[in-house]
């Protein structure tokens, strides 16, 4: 069965303390991991898509990296303004999505 | 443009009454999805449309029901309200196309079932 566990569940950081959020995955024929951003009472904000091994992308201080079993998003130098949920999620060649439980990140000023 | 709307944004009921949480793009998208977000647990898929008069089945349909009558709307309708239904509920859509483009997301309900 597919599945996606991310880790870890919570995370603190100070200003400017660089770090790495991890998503692990096992499915049938990856299409496509997605990376989305959840604000409390808001619901998720897309950020990247990664279609295949070894493919990265960046947006301001955020940068997705993606291997056959897991992704990291990269968080350097974060500012309080990054303070959010992290959801991965996964598309197999059957259609399904799977989204992973998430990582809460704070960053203290 | 609003992009995906939800309504209400909160709810309560009884055990055993019915309600419908509504959902409404204006993006002209072709696929729209529901899911529920549970502490601790990931997104999970209930009901999901490709397009005006089809709909299928996701990974928790029991208890719910859906119809796409317009592009525009998708509701989701709760038949008999019980506890374990106590989540928050969030719609979401996409452009027709490959299937693993981003969905776009409401703000959610959150509904409390006593």
């Known amino acids: 069965e597919d599945q996606v566990t991310q880790s870890p569940e919570a995370l603190r950081l100070q200003e400017g303390e660089s770090s790495s959020l991890n998503c692990s995955y096992t499915?049938?024929?990856?299409?496509?991991l997605f990376w989305y951003r959840q604000d409390p009472g808001k619901g998720p904000e897309f950020l990247f898509t990664l279609y295949s091994a070894g493919e990265e992308k960046e947006k301001e201080r955020l940068k997705a990296t993606l291997t056959k079993k897991e992704s990291f998003l990269h968080i350097t130098a974060p500012k309080p303004e990054d303070s959010a949920t992290y959801l991965c999620?996964?598309?197999?060649?059957?259609?399904?999505?799977?989204f992973g439980a998430g990582t809460r990140l704070t960053v203290k000023p | 443009n609003a992009g995906v709307t939800q309504t209400p944004k909160f709810q309560v009921l009884k055990t055993g009454q019915s309600m419908t949480l509504q959902c409404a793009q204006d993006m002209n998208h072709e696929y729209m999805s529901w899911y529920r977000q549970d502490p601790g647990m990931g997104l999970r898929l209930i009901h999901y449309?490709?397009?005006?008069?089809?709909?299928d089945q996701g990974e928790v349909p029991n208890g719910y029901n859906v119809s796409r009558s317009t592009t525009e709307d998708f509701p989701l309708r709760l038949l008999s309200a019980a506890p374990s239904q106590t989540s928050v509920y969030f719609c979401?859509?996409?452009?027709?196309?490959?299937?693993?483009?981003?969905?776009?997301f409401g703000d959610g309900t959150r509904l409390s079932i006593l």
């Open positions: 979401a859509s996409r452009p027709r196309g490959p299937s693993n483009q981003p969905q776009h």
């Open positions: 499915v049938s024929g990856l299409r496509g």
């Open positions: 449309s490709v397009g005006a008069g089809i709909t």
């Open positions: 999620a996964v598309q197999a060649k059957n259609n399904d999505m799977r």
